[in-house]
């Protein structure tokens, strides 16, 4: 639903499993959804040379608007904090990523039907 309504996408995670993650990216997405779609993750290839917040997952959503940017067929001019969400299972990361401004939005993992309803609720 996000892309069809020109909303990009992008991973960024502290899993070691990248290969599956984008596996499951292949079988989850057409394979011009999922070409488009950075992926950043904890195995430190890439390198974030920012001065933005370091704790919790900020430093890979910064490097990933830098991604977006690049990425000239995206049509992504430019990327401010109050345009991204992240979503994600751990409240730590959720709460320093509110603290530093960055919208966010808890999945619990015991209650995953309410995700959604929780998304609405930002606008």
């Given at each position: 639903?996000?892309?069809?309504?020109?909303?990009?996408?992008?991973?960024?995670?502290?899993?070691?499993q990248m290969g599956h993650i984008c596996e499951v990216l292949e079988i989850a997405f057409e394979s011009s959804i999922s070409d488009?779609?950075?992926?950043?993750?904890?195995?430190?290839?890439?390198?974030y040379t920012g001065n933005g917040l370091r704790l919790g997952k900020q430093e890979h959503m910064a490097s990933m608007a830098k991604e977006l940017m690049m990425r000239m067929m995206l049509g992504v001019m430019d990327v401010k904090k109050k345009m991204m969400l992240l979503n994600d299972d751990d409240p730590r990361n959720v709460k320093k990523c509110l603290h530093d401004g960055t919208r966010a939005v808890w999945l619990n993992p015991m209650d995953p039907s309410r995700f959604l309803d929780d998304i609405i609720l930002l606008e």
């Open positions: 639903m996000a892309t069809s309504h020109n909303i990009c996408i992008t991973i960024v995670t502290f899993s070691p488009v779609m950075p992926i950043c993750g904890s195995n430190k290839t890439w390198t």
